[in-house]
Structures are given as C-alpha cells and as structure tokens.
C-alpha cells in the first residue's frame, strides 16, 4: 500500500495533511461507507455502476455493468469513447484521513489487427486540481482480458484534507481507434463489463491519522 495514484499541478504544500510521522496507519476499526453522490457519463447510466467497501477498510470496489467502447460494424459513431465519472462521498472516522494508494482495472479486449484501444484514469478530490491521466494502451490483434495498475511514488499522494468534506471523483474512459483494420467489415472493442457478470474495478485505500 505505498504506491499512490500520482499528482500532476497540485503541490502537497498546500494541502492539510496529517504529520508525516502519522504515515502509515492502520485501518480504521469503525466500518467506512461510501455514498455514489452522482454517475455521469455515457458508459455507466444510471444503475450501472455500484460502489461497495471490504470489510477490512483497505479498498473499495466500483462494479460496472455496461462500461464498452467499439467500432466498426454495428457501432455508432459515438460508441468509440465511453466515460464514466463518478462522485463519492466517503464517511471516515474520526481522526482519520485517507488517499487512494491504488487503482486495478480489469476487463476484455477484443481488437483486429491494426487497431488499437486505450484505458485511462485521473482522480481528484472536489476543489483540488485533478491528476495527470494516467493511460494504458493496447494493440491488436488482441482478444483476451486485460488488466491494468495505477501506482505512483508515495510522494506524491493526495490526501483529503483533515476536518473538510471533500467529495472523491474517479473519471474513466474507454477509446479504440480502427486505425488499419477495415470497420466495414470487422469489429474491435474494449470493455469493462461481460456478459456473464461484472467486471470490478478496485480502488486501494492508504490511512493516515489526522494531528489531535
């Protein structure tokens, strides 16, 4: 747990951070609830995406449902990018603050010779800049499932304040380019879903005691 998503514009002199000689900390005892506040996007409609806590504090797991960018044949125009942003409000005991330490997506791919998708992801707490977008791209021919980490040095974390409210958003996107493959006649895409579930998407929480 120490690798953190990374901060791009933001320096760390100008949040409220707990003292460094509070790094690191256990989890909390008390149980963590994460209300969705609100789901924006054209690949997580409305009761398409649902939030829920480990029981040990240390993660939580976004689970999509319909999250699929393609192209080719039978698709939209549109239908080569999807987003999904989503608002959080997390409900932290007292004396604790906290900052997403790690992101693990997974997913399916499916993508003709010549094409190519990319995944990518930035994180912010309301008010403060946004991280840099961290991408992750594939090539085809490709056709299995993928999975991608977000990790950065722990320097670089972003804490929420102690003492403020502070709602945490998570904007990601899926895009594929047909780039030489022919989308008259083939189709490539790439998804956080599948047709027997969910795929789940975990985000890993670091803790931190706030100064008394």
């Known amino acids: 747990m120490l690798t953190a998503i990374a901060a791009a514009g933001l320096a ?12 690191p900390a256990d989890p909390p005892p008390d149980k963590i609830v ?3 506040v609100t789901v924006n996007g054209s690949g997580c ?9 480990s029981s040990d504090n240390t993660s939580f797991t976004v689970t999509y449902s ?9 698709a939209k125009p ?36 010549g094409a190519t998708a990319l995944e990518r992801a930035n994180y912010y707490f309301s008010g403060m800049s946004p ?20 990790k950065t040095d722990i320097a670089q974390v972003i804490w929420k304040p102690c003492g403020e409210e502070r709602n945490f958003n998570i904007n990601t996107e ?16 790439i998804t956080m ?10 985000y890993h929480f670091a803790w931190k005691k706030c100064p008394k």
Do not use: M
């Not at 549109?78 to 608002?87: A, I, P, S």
């Not at 599948?194 to 998407?201: A, E, K």
């Open 12 to 23: 760390l002199s100008t949040l409220t951070a707990p003292a460094a000689s509070s790094w």
């Open 34 to 36: 994460i209300d969705v």
């Open 45 to 53: 409609r409305p009761g398409t995406a649902a939030v829920a806590v």
């Open 66 to 74: 319909e999250f699929l960018a393609q192209v080719g044949v039978g």
């Open 78 to 113: 549109t239908d080569f990018r999807k987003n999904c942003q989503l608002n959080l409000r997390t409900h932290v005991p007292q004396g604790f603050t906290y900052a997403i330490a790690q992101a693990d997506y997974r997913g399916f791919a499916s993508l003709q010779k």
């Open 131 to 150: 991280t840099a977008y961290i991408s992750h791209p594939l090539k085809g021919p490709f056709a299995d499932d993928w999975q991608n980490t977000d």
């Open 174 to 189: 899926l895009r594929v380019d047909a780039g030489t493959s022919d989308p008259k006649k083939t189709t490539s895409f």
């Open 193 to 202: 879903d599948s047709t027997d579930g969910n795929i789940r998407t975990t």
